[in-house]
């Protein structure tokens, strides 16, 4: 063989030689083969050279002549099946920032390139030399962090996801444009997806699982901070953000790193650092996170062709920053698409070949307008199938939803930007009802499968809570009640939820169970003033809001339903106007005149006491603040009263009956 | 073409010639730790240097050579480190010989001792370089990783270790067909190795000789 190549090689020459003799030297370029130095080097290190030069984060580096010659049959290889360069995306969506896949013509090159015998050609044509900087890539950071103690990654087996927490030693408020991820052991660390908790409860979890870091699920405290996206995927890193458009970090807050490793056949450390860059200036502008998704996938066990769809329609004008679909193992296709008021569809991404190896953040080069009124949908595929050779379970088994790897999600997340603060309000709250509505469907899903899980149980009933069907969360938090066997929390968690179902002798009883528990819980003896007063006990809900003050002398809802209470009661015996302004008067002090609720209660006691005109002041104060209905009417209802020199008293709610 | 066929051909004849003699010879002596010489065409470089060897020979009582061609820096091959180790620790003691072969001219001594070392190889396998890709073209190996198991100077199996790697960047989470393992298990208990040739996924040999 080695004696036909030296054959070939020598009919080509005498080719070339004919040709320039024809016609001169432009004909020359047109019948020989491709040279490493003039067509190969460039696309190199220009598709390539970020992850394949000697210290990045591929395998091996291919920034030589000798390095490309030796894997040529590889290169050619993946270059035409395109799973090098990594670029999941069609070709036409975007463009986004680091999207350089490489054309049929340029995959045309390097196989000729390689058939043609990896010839090296003239060396004064090779580009000049580009630099991969060695270190941080978006320059020195403000700040370091690194993972205190090395993980210790298994030798082999399937992929590996752990969560590292890393706290950030930040003492004061500062605003961050850009986080720079630095794998530690590029080998083996395939991807990271970035977090923040701002609570110890992530923390908690790293420290109750032995070694560095814990496996398990990411907590719903452990969020991207205000609405951007944080990860990263070899060979990319994201710029930093415009000036504006920092994020806020506050003291106390931790890092949490979804690692996605593969082991290397022998036991590797894993030591990832991160490099923070701050700005000096608050943001003006903050993002919203939209998330398209479902968690009600259940894909029966060899189902081919499983479909989950999800649409969401804006209210407000957008531009689109980023987008990150996410799905797992069994999901083969993702389409996203935006249709215009007009009905014109934009498509957003298409990724045809799904790999959950290759999960990518798509930021937009420049951002894309959608007008209010447009559609936004996904469209997922799974292959739930023996086909799909990526399936993690053989013989196939019925997927659910879930965050583990060998359950299915279906996400699309977008990062968009509102024209302003009002419409950022609109948008976010509105979105806010619907991820909560689906996020109930996940935790039903978590539930079934561990039917015993306190922390699950708990959540679900916030959530349920929060979605405004309190007597689901009644049921949760029961079930979390029978299992950690009655602790003062659990007794007043339930309390809370009967007392918006409206069950409220129950919630009394409730309330009380969890105070005989722990006689100085603050919040129950409120929480149970409160129901007493709804049901007309006003003596017994002034001796509980007396309890919270004598525990808390400070707690401004203590003080603002004692003040309530004294200045609003239905039975004159039951009231003091005197002590009611007094009390009063502290809330708002303590909540610095910027609770509409404090204000409102001033109000009250004031006029309570007879002193109208401070009471519609109060009042006027507190209408400024923008409540929310229905406080909003209510206080002009009792604006009203006090305009006509009268006192607003409490209806009985007994009489009401 | 032509010549490099006879030269099988050759290389097959007195490969059983050389086998056939051995064992009578060993018949008649019953001396133990005696060498079985098969085709000695085929030579490979010891790590360390020193004379070049023929990777064919086998101590006497051994059933079988497994030949595994490897690489330092190929992920894939490296991967496999594990599965190789376990199927030396029960392979071995029922007769069959590990080698692994480096057959990239380019890897040199000092890395491959740290390769072994790292990868736990050295116990479980010997090693041998092969950067003239003599035994490469002998067993017609062409990715790392890729095994050959010989047998009487015959090889009986040629392919992947498992069915893991379907393709660059196409993976199962697990194997579900234990290729050069249901080959040995065949070779030891004296059948037919049912799947004599499968299709390696890996690194591609080819490139190094470039």
């Known amino acids: 063989m080695k004696v036909a190549a030296v054959a070939l090689a020598s009919v080509t020459l005498a080719t070339v030689v004919l040709a320039t003799v024809a016609s001169g030297f432009s004909r020359t370029e047109q019948v020989s083969s491709p040279t490493y130095t003039k067509d190969i080097a ?37 270059t035409r099946s395109r799973f090098m360069p990594p670029w999941k995306a069609d070709p036409d969506n975007g463009p986004f920032v680091g999207q350089h896949p490489l054309s049929d013509a340029e995959i045309d090159l390097i196989r000729r390139w390689v058939d043609g015998g990896t010839v090296e050609g003239d060396p004064r044509d090779l580009p000049a030399p580009r630099h991969w900087a060695e270190g941080w890539r978006l320059g020195q950071p403000d700040l370091i962090v690194t993972l205190p103690e090395a993980y210790t990654l298994q030798a082999e087996g399937t992929d590996v996801f752990r969560i590292f927490v890393i706290p950030l030693p930040v003492t004061k408020t500062r605003f961050v444009r850009g986080l720079e991820f630095r794998p530690g052991n590029a080998k083996v660390v395939h991807h990271a997806n970035i977090r923040v908790d701002k609570t110890a409860a992530s923390r908690a979890l790293d420290a109750a699982d032995p070694g560095p870091g814990y496996s398990g699920l990411i907590l719903r405290s452990a969020d ?88 969401y329609t804006l209210p407000v004008d957008v531009e689109v920053e980023a987008l990150q679909p996410h799905a797992h193992y069994r999901a083969r296709e993702v389409q996203g698409d935006a249709t ?161 179902a409206g069950r409220l002798d129950e919630a009394v009883y409730e309330y009380r169970q969890a105070i005989q528990i722990d006689a100085s819980y603050a919040n129950a003896h409120n929480n149970l003033g409160s129901v007493l007063l709804s049901q007309g006990k006003t003596a017994e809900a002034a001796r509980e809001f007396r309890e919270v003050i004598r525990l808390q002398p400070q ?56 002193r109208f005109d401070r009471a519609q002041d109060a009042a006027s104060a507190a209408l400024r603040l923008l409540p929310a209905e229905p406080l909003a009417s209510e206080i002009r209802q009792r604006q009203d009263l006090y305009r006509q020199g009268r006192p607003y008293v409490a209806q009985d709610p007994q009489s009401r009956r | 073409m032509i010549p490099s066929a006879l030269f099988f051909v050759m290389v097959y004849v007195m490969s059983r010639w050389f086998v056939a003699l051995a064992l009578l010879v060993g018949g008649l002596l019953a001396s133990p730790g005696q060498i079985v010489h098969a085709a000695p065409q085929v030579r490979v470089q010891q790590v360390d240097g020193g ?41 071995g003691p029922k007769g069959v010989v590990f080698r692994l072969i480096y057959p990239n001219p380019a890897e040199n001594a000092k890395g491959i001792r740290e390769h072994m070392a790292a990868f736990a190889y050295a116990g479980a396998a010997q090693a041998f370089r092969d950067p003239k ?44 067909t234990h290729d050069l393992g249901e080959a040995l298990e065949a070779v030891v208990t004296g059948r037919k190795v049912p799947h004599p040739t499968t299709q390696a996924v890996g690194c591609y040999i080819a490139d190094f000789a470039r």
């Open chain 1, 42 to 78: 460039p696309l190199i290190a220009d598709r390539c050279g970020m992850c394949h030069d000697a210290g990045g984060a591929a395998p091996f580096g291919l920034l030589t002549y000798a390095d490309a010659k030796r894997h040529a049959t590889q290169i050619a290889t993946v």
């Open chain 1, 224 to 311: 991207y901070p205000e609405g951007h996206f944080l990860g990263w995927t070899p060979g990319q890193v994201a710029p930093l953000l415009p000036k504006d458009l920092s994020w806020r970090l506050d003291p106390k807050t931790d890092l949490v790193i979804e690692t996605h490793m593969q082991p290397s056949g022998k036991k590797e450390s894993v030591q990832p650092s991160i490099g923070l860059y701050f700005s000096d200036t608050p943001p003006t502008r903050t993002p919203a996170m939209l998330r398209l998704g479902r968690q009600t996938i259940d894909i029966p066990a060899g189902e081919k062709q499983y479909i989950v769809t999800d649409s």
């Open chain 1, 340 to 500: 215009l008021p007009d009905g014109t569809k934009k498509p957003l991404i298409h990724i045809a070949d799904w790999d959950f190896r290759w999960q990518h953040v798509f930021q937009y080069e420049t951002p894309l307008r959608l007008p209010k009124g447009t559609t936004l949908s996904m469209r997922w595929v799974y292959d739930n199938s023996a086909a799909n050779t990526r399936n993690p379970e053989r013989p196939p088994k019925r997927a659910q939803w879930g965050q583990r790897s060998s359950d299915e999600m279906g996400d699309l997340w977008m990062q968009v930007l509102t024209r302003n603060e009002p419409d950022l309000v609109t948008l976010t709250r509105q979105f806010r009802a619907k991820v909560a509505a689906e996020d109930v469907n996940g935790y039903e899903v978590e539930i079934e499968k561990h039917p015993n899980d306190i922390g699950l149980h708990d959540d679900a009933a916030l959530l349920y809570l929060e979605v405004g069907r309190p007597e689901n969360a009644v049921a949760h938090f029961q079930k979390s009640l029978a299992l950690k066997g009655g602790s003062a929390p659990a007794h007043y968690n339930l309390g809370t939820a009967l007392s918006v």
């Open chain 1, 555 to 610: 707690s401004a809802s203590g003080l603002a339903n004692l003040a309530w209470v004294l200045a609003t009661a239905s039975r004159p015996a039951d009231r003091d106007a005197t002590q009611a302004v007094d009390l009063a008067e502290r809330v708002v002090d303590l909540t610095g005149r910027r609770d509409a609720r404090a204000l409102d209660v001033l109000a009250a006691a004031y006029a309570s006491a007879g």
């Open chain 2, 51 to 91: 004379h070049a060897v023929d990777p064919l020979a086998a101590p006497a009582g051994s059933k079988a050579i497994v030949f595994l061609f490897t690489s330092t820096d190929c992920p894939i091959s490296n991967r496999y480190a594990p599965e190789v180790r376990r199927l030396a620790t029960t392979y």
């Open chain 2, 133 to 176: 890709l003599d035994l490469v073209k002998f067993v017609g190996a062409t990715i790392t990783p890729e095994a050959a198991v010989v047998v009487d100077g015959k090889v009986v199996y040629r392919g992947r270790i498992d069915d893991r790697y379907v393709d660059l960047g196409l993976e199962r989470p697990a194997a579900t």
